[in-house]
């Protein structure tokens, strides 16, 4: 039986020929079912070998290969086989000859066979498809774009050609292969209006294409992530065809799919929960190097601890198989999970070891990071690793580049910098963005700290390289003029250097460019002041008045983004009614959309700014969807997993003394007993000076009760109660908290003489609390919104609240202990008495 399904597009052509004219040379090379045929054919018929037949030969090669599994390719035993090099020189000869079809086939094939970018082969056939590149079906400029990008020729003046082509004739593209091998080719050359245009067009062919094909909807979402633009309706269309295909995925697919999901900042619970399901399935059959490198690390940072130990034994046995980058995965997976398996970790790290010399500067890295965070023991090992950066850093020329290097390098203990090392980072800071330059001054922190003279003052060898990175973020922030790449630097931005160096003028610039914002910056930069906990009231003023106007636009799950700041500040713009109203209708149709941990969060942002969505807090506490939420968190991070539960709780407990009307019951009493037993009970010198200047002022410590836990586990600093006429109660006979000399509070004897739950009549208990900074806006003493609803709480519980602010306690105005006792006195006994 003929085996058609191997037979090449042209050799099909050739075939509708017909018998008349048959061509031997051809009906033999169709029938040959393995590599060594095909060649065998070419050495005997060298001197018959037409293009076509050229063409048809490397196709049918390649196509033999591709049909293999990874492991079991021999493309290296073909390349240097006497006859494909027959092969290479017949096809050198015959470009002239190849018409575009077969010249573009010919390259891509060639370079699938592992052809040197630099053969004179390769040479001559882009050079010629250069010359025609105009004249190109789109099919053909598709995979001619393939081959540039597989030369790294991305940003060569040939793809900008390209570029220029696709932008002239997109509306006639109509095959989603061919748009979306495009969009991923010249993604490092598109403007943002082809940008647009690509997603307009890719939204309209993901509907009319077969969904079993899950190519098409992977490299959307890989340009989507090469352009850095989270462009949520077409992330979620691309997600629905991926999660309809999750029972054809393998290890591989599923690995580079969740890694450009977590490079935008994608989450969506039903393909995690699908996905895991998938990747235990797959367990049993993952048992090569490659495709259990892959399993281990798409599936142990979600997977169940019995399954996670199952896979942990597996890569010990099979870690001495593992390639370079394989081991590189295996120990980054090991330190996204803080793993604790030192027989493991000794496996992966003598592989890394013994492959040393294969990575790349930024692979060395992230070796470097992963074993040190894993606190893997071997000095010796450490040392090595950072002779080959200080090397790498020497002779890099990549800002982004020396960036990595350098904060790794900061990681690692050493007893003196290098001054060719600090020459090389002062000379590239320069090119680098406000992210970079932050990052390194996260990696001058910790030289300055580490070196020997640092107890006198910085030492001096570094007092230039911080000034070169103030001035440099200084001038990169007054010279930008697009807001949205100045959001995309500020992204990941935090630290002392940034708020204390160029905060204040990034608000500058900011504001500078507010005429710029729209619906699409919106959400990036309110997330960003309420990451800088900065207030700054002209650029929430101008978010909620662009959010209100373009509602619609924006995405439903970004209004959790968008409202955030005017929550956790606590800042009302002069429409804020307007802004909750339209964001609160603008996601309420989504609810059942939205991923359960985000709902959450959101509820939770909407109660400490006091609004309680009836429609949201019925979701959140149906039945359903705490199964799905609980479901959900075993899949997500350690450090979101309990956020989400704490949020949740905080929203249980909000809901329940503010909107007893719903009906949700407090179920989260256990939860709360577990976490107040695994609190350490220390309290801050502070604290320690408030209690014992509160017994003075009331009469005696035993007038004061520390750290009371409230119904609902709130915990106050103090508390006291005070009669009618405002005199102090003291506390006798049962449990109570007391602060020891060390710091730490402890049960000592608690309450009220012939305490009851009910207190004497016209008695009120008053709760004490010192609010630190973590209470204020950075740049002012504007109360945050947790702490006032924290307020609105305890008076809920019947406390009266007395707030101590820290920069009222720490003041120069307070600086004796009268002046102490004479405030305390003010806030417990005339604020009350009014």
């Excluded at 989450?267 to 797959?282: G, I, P, S, T, W």
């Amino acid at each position: 039986m003929f085996r058609l399904r191997r037979v090449t597009p042209c050799l099909r052509r050739l075939l509708h020929g017909g018998t008349g004219n048959r061509d031997q040379v051809l009906e033999q090379l169709r029938v040959c079912s393995a590599e060594d045929q095909v060649l065998d054919m070419v050495g005997k018929n060298k001197a018959k070998l037409t293009v076509s037949h050229v063409s048809c030969a490397v196709g049918m090669l390649w196509q033999f290969q591709r049909e293999k599994p990874q492991l079991l390719r021999t493309v290296e035993l073909i390349r240097t086989h006497p006859q494909f090099l027959t092969l290479r020189v017949l096809a050198e000869n015959k470009i002239a000859l190849m018409d575009d079809f077969i010249l573009v086939d010919m390259l891509y094939n060639f370079l699938r066979l592992n052809v040197d970018p630099h053969d004179s082969l390769i040479q001559q056939l882009v050079s010629e498809a250069w010359l025609r590149i105009d004249r190109f079906q789109m099919g053909s400029l598709s995979k001619f774009a393939i081959c540039l990008s597989d030369q790294h020729l991305q940003h060569s003046p040939l793809m900008g050609h390209i570029t220029s082509i696709v932008d002239q004739r997109l509306s006639s593209i109509d095959d989603a292969r061919i748009l979306t091998t495009l969009m991923i080719s010249t993604s490092s050359l598109v403007s943002t209006r082809l940008r647009d245009a690509f997603v307009s067009k890719a939204d309209e062919l993901l509907d009319t294409m077969d969904p079993s094909n899950y190519n098409n909807p992977r490299r959307v979402v890989q340009f989507l992530r090469n352009m850095k633009y989270s462009h949520r309706p077409l992330l979620e269309k691309c997600n629905q065809i991926l999660l309809s295909s999750i029972p054809r995925l393998d290890a591989e697919n599923i690995s580079i799919i969740m890694g450009l999901y977590q490079a935008l900042q994608f989450n969506n619970c039903d393909f995690r929960l699908a996905v895991k399901q998938r990747l235990v399935e797959l367990i049993d059959s993952s048992t090569d190097p490659f495709s259990f490198s892959k399993l281990f690390v798409a599936l142990t940072p979600m997977a169940s601890l019995e399954i996670r130990e199952g896979l942990e034994n597996t890569a010990f046995l099979l870690a001495d198989e593992l390639s370079a980058q394989q081991a590189l995965a295996v120990a980054e997976a090991l330190e996204e999970i803080q793993s604790r398996n030192l027989s493991l970790l000794n496996k992966i790290a003598s592989v890394v070891q013994r492959n040393l010399h294969v990575y790349k500067p930024v692979e060395v890295a992230r070796i470097t990071q992963a074993l040190y965070l894993l606190q893997y023991q071997n000095p010796e090992f450490f040392t090595k690793l950072r002779r080959i950066l200080v090397n790498f850093l020497l002779n890099s020329v990549f800002p982004h580049e020396v960036t990595m290097l350098t904060r790794v390098l900061s990681m690692l203990p050493s007893p003196r910098l290098e001054e060719a090392v600090k020459s090389r980072v002062e000379a590239v800071v320069t090119q680098c963005s406000l992210n970079d330059l932050n990052t390194i001054s996260f990696a001058v922190a910790k030289w300055v700290r580490n070196d020997p003279s640092y107890r006198h003052g910085t030492p001096s060898k570094y007092v230039r390289l911080l000034q070169t990175l103030n001035r440099c973020g200084h001038e990169r922030l007054q010279t930008t003029d697009r807001l949205d790449l100045l959001l995309e630097e500020l992204k990941y931005v935090s630290g002392e250097w940034f708020e204390e160096m160029l905060l204040q003028e990034t608000m500058v610039t900011l504001q500078r460019m507010m005429d710029q914002m729209n619906w699409t910056s919106v959400p990036e930069l309110a997330f960003f002041l309420t990451r800088m906990n900065h207030l700054c009231p002209p650029l929430m003023d101008r978010i909620a008045s662009v959010a209100i106007k373009e509602i619609d636009k924006i995405h439903y799950s970004a209004t959790y983004a968008t409202l955030l700041p005017f929550s956790v500040l606590s800042y009302d713009p002069p429409q804020a009614d307007e802004l909750y109203d339209v964001c609160i209708q603008r996601f309420t149709p989504h609810i059942s959309s939205f991923d359960p941990h985000l709902l959450v969060l959101l509820a939770y942002s909407l109660a400490v700014a006091d609004s309680f969505p009836e429609e949201l807090i019925r979701e959140i506490f149906s039945i359903d969807f705490l199964g799905k939420l609980d479901s959900q968190l075993e899949t997500l991070p350690d450090s979101l997993n309990m956020r989400t539960r704490l949020r949740l709780m905080e929203l249980n407990r909000a809901v329940c003394l503010e909107c007893p009307e719903f009906q949700v019951p407090w179920f989260h009493e256990s939860h709360c007993q577990q976490l107040q037993r695994k609190g350490n009970g220390s309290v801050s010198p502070v604290q320690q000076q408030i209690h014992k200047m509160l017994g003075e002022v009331l009469g005696g410590i035993n007038c004061v009760q520390v750290a009371v836990v409230t119904p609902y586990f709130y915990t106050i600093d103090f508390e006291c109660v005070l009669d009618k006429h405002l005199q102090p109660l003291p506390y006798t006979n049962l449990n109570t908290l007391q602060i020891s000399d060390r710091g730490k509070a402890h049960w000592g004897v608690r309450s009220l003489e012939n305490d009851k739950h009910e207190l004497p009549p016209g008695a009120q208990r008053v709760a004490v609390n010192f609010l630190d900074s973590r209470c204020f806006c950075k740049n002012s003493h504007h109360m945050k919104g947790e702490a006032l609803m924290r307020k609105r709480h305890l008076e809920i519980l019947g406390y009266r609240v007395v707030q101590i602010p820290h920069f009222e306690w720490n003041s120069m105005e307070l600086s004796t202990q009268d002046a102490w006792k004479e405030y305390l006195k003010k806030k417990i006994f005339r604020e009350l008495s009014l």
